[in-house]
């Protein structure tokens, strides 16, 4: 009995050590995918404008840095929907300059802000959905009523809603 558990066990082992080599050489395939990925995803993301035909003019506009000078009006995009979304407003500034401040990716419970110029009007807000792999889709489309704001996204993809936070 000990002659035949000794030689199963050392075929066990020998099985596990050739296991955890598998799961070894797997997550170090996967993090070179996930690195290659990532690479991949932000030059995406760099280099997308999907517009429809009214916001063609969007491409022209400067992206800022929006919480860095920036005392203006905050809006504030909490999402709470089953998706991912993001925010982005576009403006003029006292010059009459177009800008446009965007959170980026906000995933499902995450909650960030955009903090306009001083001098900015004609505030655009535009809440957006991802349908389905970076294919945004207009979820919510307004302007800035008063001061700051705050938006709040519930829903899945199909059905969102648009709220005002509480």
């Known amino acids: 009995f000990d002659n035949r ?3 199963r066990s050392s075929i066990f082992r020998q099985l596990q050590d050739l296991l955890d080599d598998d799961k070894q050489e797997l997550d170090v395939t996967n993090r070179n995918n996930q690195y290659e990925y990532d690479e991949k995803s932000d030059e995406i993301d760099s280099n997308r404008r999907i517009f429809d ?3 063609q003019y969007m491409e022209l506009r400067a992206t800022i840095k ?4 920036n005392s203006g009006f905050e ?3 909490q999402n709470r929907a089953a998706m991912n979304t993001r925010l982005r407003v576009l403006y003029t500034d006292a010059n ?5 401040a965007e959170t980026g990716r906000l995933w499902g419970g995450q ?3 955009v903090i306009l110029p ?3 009007k004609n505030i655009n807000i535009i809440i957006e959905k991802d349908i389905f792999f970076e294919n945004w889709r207009v979820a919510y489309k307004g302007t800035l009523t008063n001061g700051n704001q705050c938006i709040r996204i519930v829903g899945v993809t199909l059905f969102s809603k648009i709220r005002s936070c509480k």
Do not use: C, V, W
Not at 66 to 69: A, C, K, Q, R, V
Not at 96 to 100: D, F, N, T, V, Y
């Open 53 to 55: 035909d009214e916001e």
């Open 96 to 100: 009459g300059i177009p800008g446009l």
């Open 5 to 7: 558990f000794q030689r």
């Open 75 to 77: 809006i504030t995009l």
């Open 111 to 113: 909650t960030k802000s």
């Open 66 to 69: 929006s919480n860095e000078t």
């Open 118 to 120: 001083d001098d900015a």
